[in-house]
């Protein structure tokens, strides 16, 4: 089980005089065990933030973390590093989290090398059930990253995600780069491990109508905070804020043939485009995606903006 309390990080952008980022912007919400829950929203609107800052991939300004009664939180440097197979992420870009001077297989065995010290040959061999249960082609396991499509290299990281027998899996657009069919395997993949195997799973996506299919409730997040959260059928047919209104209003646009989204939405659209300025102009900067799912290491963020 997560719990979310207040979850706020602000960043403090490089320019003088500006404003802070507030990216996430006090969030709350709880995910039960063997949940699929859904976050989507506009571009900028701080889902990414969210899914870092709950794993203390970076540090929250002020808030709350616990999963399975551990508060995520108040853990030390070490407690973390014990504690992170625990939860789990896994990005858009997968090829980043992988070695490319590694064979696939051997990146998948990593962590039963790393948490239970058995030889490479033995870990690959104990890997082979999550590559299975993650839908990999067996026969690909010799191959280096650069030689696997981007679905291929989602399903890897999809079975190094479960080999570290995470409770939490939180999955950042994880289809938006990979084309229809692979995006559909990813999807039944993510169901299937969700109700086999009890695992929560945080699934932040533009897509609206994808997550509607697979998600027991959907939260949406606008500036910072979630504006709305409930279950697919609410969000989709009654959406009550207006941040909800433009990927549903692109579903039922392409579905009948509706007003374009910007007349339905003109408040939405001034802010996107003042957003897209804004982010033209140099005044934020976006988080490299250098991460591993042991140390959590990632690019780090203070050389570019400073913690408020
Ligand atoms: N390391 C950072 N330093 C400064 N601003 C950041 C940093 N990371 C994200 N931001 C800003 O926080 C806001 C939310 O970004 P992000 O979480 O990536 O949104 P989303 O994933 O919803 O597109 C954006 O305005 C972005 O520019
Ligand atoms: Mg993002």
């Known amino acids: 089980m ?7 990080r602000h960043f403090q952008a490089m320019h003088s005089g ?3 980022v507030r990216a996430v912007d006090g969030v709350s919400f709880t995910l039960a065990d063997g949940e699929l829950v859904g976050l989507t929203g506009e571009s ?3 889902k990414s933030t969210l899914a870092r800052t709950l794993l203390r991939l970076v540090e929250p300004t002020s808030g709350t973390v616990e999963l399975d009664g551990t508060q995520v939180t108040a853990l030390s440097r070490s407690g973390l590093r014990k504690f992170r197979p625990r939860m ?3 990005s858009q870009d997968p090829e980043s989290a992988f070695n490319p001077r590694n064979k696939i297989g051997e990146s998948v065995a990593e962590p039963f090398r790393v948490l239970h010290g058995v030889s490479l040959k033995k870990a690959i061999e104990m890997s082979e059930d999550y590559l299975s249960m993650a839908g990999f082609d067996m026969e690909l ?3 280096y990253p650069f030689e696997l499509s981007g679905g291929q290299i989602q399903r890897a990281a999809v079975a190094r995600a479960l080999a570290c027998r995470p409770s939490l899996i939180v999955a950042d657009e994880p289809t938006s780069s990979l084309d229809p069919s692979a995006q559909a395997q990813i999807a039944q993949t993510f169901q299937r491990i969700n109700s086999e195997h009890g695992i929560s799973l945080l699934w932040i996506s533009h897509d609206l109508p994808l997550l509607s299919c697979v998600c027991d409730r959907i939260a949406v997040m606008h500036a ?3 504006v709305e959260c409930g279950p697919p ?3 989709t047919i009654r959406p009550v804020h207006h941040a909800t209104r433009s990927p549903t209003d692109i579903m039922s646009a392409t579905l009948s043939d509706r007003p374009p989204v910007g007349v339905l939405n003109e408040e939405f659209y001034r802010e996107s485009q003042y957003r897209a300025a804004r982010d033209s102009s140099g005044t934020t900067v976006r988080p490299q995606n250098t991460y591993s799912p042991f140390t959590g290491l990632q690019t780090d963020d203070k050389t570019r ?4």
């Open 2 to 8: 997560l719990t979310v309390t207040g979850l706020v």
């Open 18 to 20: 500006s404003v802070p």
């Open 44 to 46: 900028g609107c701080g």
């Open 88 to 90: 789990q992420l896994i």
């Open 141 to 143: 396991v010799e191959r």
């Open 224 to 226: 910072g905070k979630i």
């Open 233 to 235: 059928g609410d969000i």
């Open 305 to 308: 903006s400073r913690h408020t």
